[in-house]
DNA sequence: AACTGTGGCTAATGACATTAGCTTTTGAGC
DNA sequence: GCTCAAAAGCTAATGTCATTAGCCACAGTT
């Protein structure tokens, strides 16, 4: 073996802290390198190419999110796990909205497995409205659309008026668990 | 004057077809030059820079996709009109899925007041439902959410499940109008 | 027919990502 | 302690971009 000073996490951990404190277009591999104390190019020795970076970055990101919500959702069932889990989902972004906004959907299996234990947990907290596998699914991408929708436009700063952004959410939370209560009329 | 063959509109037409069929990562002045029939230094006589571009593409695609759902909620009201709304929202992203991903959200002075024109429109859709201002302001965010979120993770595919997106947009459908007809309880 | 400004062009610059090929370090086995 | 192979680093080079500078041609006006 050799020096083990840099490692692929080690940098992922500098390429997020760089687009914390810089925002998403300072993701430059010179950047980072710079950051980590070496040379640009061997940066690939850790990390196949920029779209890996961007890929690793985002699957970090989507962990982290992860153990947030599946923590808030423990012990909690139906519209009090529902609440819990769109609070915490925003506290990660209004705390690392940079963070958000460089997060990739790739169809990436690295990337679509991070999204997907996401999606597990959601799936788990709709359980206890007792849907149907099929039901539930859809349910679980109407949340999902829901807090990324908000998530991405509060991240880029798209809400502009003076309004506070906590009532707005606070009103969402409360037409995601009222659309879940009075199901659609059965075919 | 000189010869009048491209202008700034026209450099936003090729690029807007540039996205559409090759996708956003594919928008590079050299790309746009080269399908204008131009050298790449040409454009800059009717564009700032890519940044500029990118905005009045974004400005072009905000007034296309207002100019249909305006026409859409024509003549209809309250649920109608939200149901109308979001159903002709969703067949633009369906129709042009790249150049909905190449939307850019600046707080640009150009994009923000296209984005406002959006946000008129359903504001009005909303005041069938009486709302007072704030609250209305509150609803149109979480409308825009809504809308926002399902149409960026769709055009991103970030929806892999075989459930049809038709029905989880319908449940989403449902999921607003409920929500905005079942009022929070006011403090 | 000369003039002016507009739109276009070539050449140059600087930031990147990425690749090739060389050097150094270090840990494993002796 | 010594050897050595591989890991990790470095410099140099390449190609693609965006962007700027400075020049040329042409249209429409005078």
Redesign the interface.
């Known amino acids: 073996m050799a020096r083990a000073a840099l490692s692929a996490g080690a940098v992922v951990d500098v390429a997020l802290r760089l687009v914390d404190e810089e925002g998403p277009a300072a993701l430059t591999l010179a950047a980072v390198a710079s950051r980590a104390g070496v040379a640009t190019p061997s940066l690939y020795k850790h990390v196949r190419n920029l779209a890996e970076l961007r890929a690793l970055m985002s699957v970090q990101v989507m962990d982290d999110l992860a153990e947030r919500i599946g923590a808030a959702v423990l012990g909690r069932s139906a519209d009090d796990a529902i609440r819990a889990l769109m609070t915490s989902w925003r506290e990660y972004v209004v705390e690392y909205p940079h963070r958000y906004s460089a997060l990739v ?1 790739a ?1 990436e299996p690295m990337v ?1 497995r991070a ?1 997907q234990r996401l999606v597990d947990i959601m799936l788990a907290a709709l359980r206890a409205y007792g849907m149907e596998d ?1 039901e539930a ?3 679980t ?2 949340l ?10 509060q991240a ?6 003076p ?1 506070k952004l906590d ?2 959410y ?3 939370i ?3 668990v ?3 209560r ?1 199901p ?1 009329r059965r075919t």
């Open positions: 959907q169809p679509a999204g099929t699914i859809h349910a991408r109407c999902r659309a829901a807090m990324h929708g908000f998530a991405v436009l880029e700063n798209a809400f502009q008026r309004e009532e707005t606070d009103l969402l409360h037409m995601v009222t659309g879940l009075t659609l």
